[in-house]
């Protein structure tokens, strides 16, 4: 089975922080680029960070210097440090994860954790 499970969403204060966790089952990380993705009611779905398999990490705009994404391939996740949270944070976030083969993409994306930060 191949799945990510996300967690670690849930309410917090503005300027507070929440670290987000993607654990994947049935995928070996190691081989795959991360991202995670938000989407807030009404928006699009945007890219907030990606860490490639070499650990090259690329920050969408709003995460202004405030979110960190890593990996731990050893317990085969991925995670999002959010600190300095404001209102605008608040929406699913989703973990990704991509790779090719061949020239085809082969790709995964978690169910979505809510973060909501109140002002």
């Known amino acids: 089975h191949e799945q990510l499970v996300e967690s670690g969403g849930g309410l917090v204060q503005a300027g507070g922080s929440l670290r987000l966790s993607c654990v994947a089952s049935g995928i070996a990380l190691t081989l795959y680029d991360m991202s995670w993705y938000r989407q807030a009611p009404g928006n699009e779905r945007e890219l907030v960070a990606s860490i490639t398999t070499s650990g090259t990490a690329n920050y969408g705009g709003s995460a202004e210097g405030r979110f960190t994404i890593s990996r731990d391939t050893g317990n085969n996740a991925h995670y999002l440090q959010m600190n300095m949270l404001k209102p605008e944070d608040t929406a699913v976030y989703y973990c990704?994860?991509?790779?090719?083969?061949?020239?085809?993409?082969?790709?995964?994306w978690g169910q979505g954790t809510q973060v909501t930060v109140s002002s």
């Open positions: 990704h994860a991509q790779r090719y083969l061949l020239g085809h993409k082969i790709e995964y």
